[in-house]
Nanobody
Framework: VQLQASGGGLVQAGGSLRLSCATS????????MGWFRQAPGKGRDFVAA????????YYADSVKGRFTISRDNAKNTVALQMNRLKPDDTAVYYC??????????????????WGQGTQVTVSS
């Protein structure tokens, strides 16, 4: 599967952005989908994931209650709605797909397919 992320940009603290990940094939019931981010000089960290069925979603503690992952099966997209953004959310955001078990949703190494990343910058 090929992934292409979009929707990044510059936003003030407290604002919102919606990232979208377009996939080359349907992901429902096929792939565990995730979002990761990488800030300058840091590693690529887990942000959010959604199960194959779409019935379960998981979030990093730092974004819980502010970010929401969703899937649009008709459009073959996975979105990340980001609200109440903070300067610490500044990073390149990547969408990814995994064939791994649901329990591995936070394990970056088990995501085989990656999008190119989209920059999110939150100003204070």
């Amino acid at each position: 599967v090929q992934l292409q992320a979009s929707g990044g940009g510059l936003v003030q603290a407290g604002g919102s952005l919606r990232l979208s990940c377009a996939t080359s094939e349907p992901t429902s019931n096929r792939y565990l989908m995730g979002w990761f981010r990488q800030a300058p000089g840091k590693g690529r960290d887990f942000v959010a994931a959604m199960s194959r069925s779409g019935s379960s979603s998981y979030y990093a503690d730092s974004v819980k209650g502010r970010f929401t992952i969703s899937r649009d099966n008709a459009k073959n997209t996975v979105a990340l709605q980001m609200n109440r953004l903070k300067p610490d959310d500044t990073a390149v955001y990547y969408c990814a797909a995994s064939n791994g078990a649901l329990s591995t949703y936070g394990n970056r190494a088990l995501y085989r397919y990656w999008g190119q990343g989209t920059q999110v910058t939150v100003s204070s």
